[in-house]
């Protein structure tokens, strides 16, 4: 996620900014109580490594300012005719084409003997991981446009930070200074200035890639944490499209979870009431519902195992024999949002695709049913709004839970707070070694 990678290459970029003596770091010579414990050519290997972890930060600079702005043919333009995105891109381009390349597998997982080498690969790190996040919805056009700008403020912090240790590194033995440093630290600092006019969006910190769910394998657990053991295994399942009996045995499961919850959730029963109430007015909605497309038997499975395992619990709490703690309760509701939202997206998808179909009387007497009496035939139709509406309103109006304002994380603001102050940082004067007037 971006908060994670995003806010680790900014932390791991304070800290280095914050750092002053720079061959002293390297094992160079200092005062005469530090010896010096690396040689010029040790040196000059640590030098070329830290290039090769700064074009890291280069490549997630640049990346982000594509996201932000999406122009891609800067061909033919100049200066004067590039806006401060383009032209901040154009001088990112520039720097990395003239850099040492990328680091190698090995010196982004081996920790680093010296502190101010393992900030840079920590830096690295950040910003490879962070190169997905920019392919799951860290991009133009599933951003707002203060979104964007937020980015684009970051990826130019970011710039001006690699500007000033460049400038700072440029007395370890063979370093490589970035390609017109001037040029790219006006650039940066102009794109910045451009971006921060307008107050920041930190919820882009919630975009970005995130692992998937998995499976809580082994035997079921006791107690509530078992419940929430099958309520998650459930969600998981619940990315396969399930056929139309399974869907009925998920929709009867989470009415028992919702009914017996109520009991063991005074403050939020009202809530799960509602919820027990909805579901089995779904369950009656989809009554005359078949379809026999899909994998819902795992669904179904762990469904049933968190029916019974909530009736348990609630029997244990009950008899004065379990209690059940808020935080697991807090945490069920939680499970049982995303349930819902699932649900939804299924039964729509079964709608829009016509993987679903609506048993319909047909004005016709089965003269091929068995028994004297003979009912009158049926047929399949695809559901649609015209056929089933009360099942696809209840879904629409009752089922999917109200859109939450996103929030942005804790730390969104704190990370940047502290990188703009490490921009401007200077070291403080040594005291006067002069003794006391006479």
């Known amino acids: 996620m971006y908060a994670e990678n995003g806010g680790h290459l900014r932390a791991e970029l304070s800290t280095l900014l914050r750092q002053h003596r720079v061959q002293q770091r390297l094992g160079g010579a200092g005062s005469h109580s530090i010896p010096e414990t690396t040689s010029v050519h040790e040196r000059r290997l640590l030098g070329e490594q830290i290039g090769r972890y700064r074009h890291s930060g280069l490549v997630w600079c640049v990346q982000a300012v594509r996201a932000a702005n999406p122009r891609m043919n800067l061909q033919g333009t100049s200066t004067r005719t590039r806006g401060p995105a383009e032209e901040l891109r154009y001088r990112l381009d520039v720097a990395i084409a003239h850099s040492s390349g990328l680091p190698g597998l090995d010196e982004l997982t081996s920790e680093q003997p010296f502190a101010m080498v393992e900030s840079w690969r ?27 700008m937020t980015l684009l403020k970051d990826a130019s912090d970011v710039a001006r930070g690699l500007v000033g240790l460049d400038r700072r590194y440029s007395n370890i033995p063979g370093w490589q200074p970035l390609k017109d440093a001037g ?15 307008d107050e920041p969006d930190y919820t882009i910190d919630l975009h970005g890639w995130q692992p998937r769910r998995t499976l809580v394998e082994g035997p079921g657990l006791p107690g509530l944490t078992g419940v929430l053991q099958a309520q998650h295994n459930l969600l998981v399942h619940l ?44 369950i009656h909605a989809t009554h005359d519902i078949g379809g026999m497309v899909g994998n819902g038997g795992p669904a ?9 395992r909530i009736e348990q ?3 244990a709490v009950l008899a004065g024999t379990a209690a059940a703690e808020s935080g697991a309760i807090r945490h069920l509701a939680q499970l049982g949002r995303e349930i819902d939202e699932r649900i939804a997206q299924g039964i729509q998808q079964g709608a829009r695709e016509r993987i679903y179909f609506a048993r319909v009387p047909f004005p016709r007497v089965d003269k091929d049913a068995a028994g004297l009496v003979k009912p009158t035939r049926q047929r399949y139709v695809p559901m649609t709004a015209d056929v089933c509406q009360e ?48």
Do not use: N
């Open 122 to 148: 920590q830096i690295a790190r950040a910003a490879t991981l962070g190169e997905h996040d920019f392919d799951a919805g860290l991009g133009y056009g599933r951003l707002s446009q203060v979104q964007c």
């Open 183 to 197: 040029w790219l630290a006006r650039a940066a600092e102009t794109c910045a200035t451009f971006a921060g006019y």
């Open 239 to 282: 990315g396969e499209f399930p056929d139309a009996r399974s869907l009925r045995l998920v929709l009867d499961s989470q009415r028992i979870v919702s009914r017996d919850a109520a009991t063991l959730d005074p403050r939020a029963s009202a809530e799960w009431t509602d919820r027990a109430s909805t579901y089995l007015r779904l």
């Open 300 to 308: 179904a499975g762990q469904a049933a195992l968190a029916a019974s």
């Open 313 to 315: 619990f609630s029997r």
């Open 391 to 438: 099942l696809l309103e209840l879904v629409r109006d009752q089922l999917r839970p109200e859109a939450e304002l996103p929030r942005a994380p804790k730390r969104a603001a704190a990370s940047r707070v502290e990188l703009a102050a490490a921009l401007v940082h200077r070291p403080e004067p040594r005291r006067a070694q002069a003794g006391p007037a006479m």
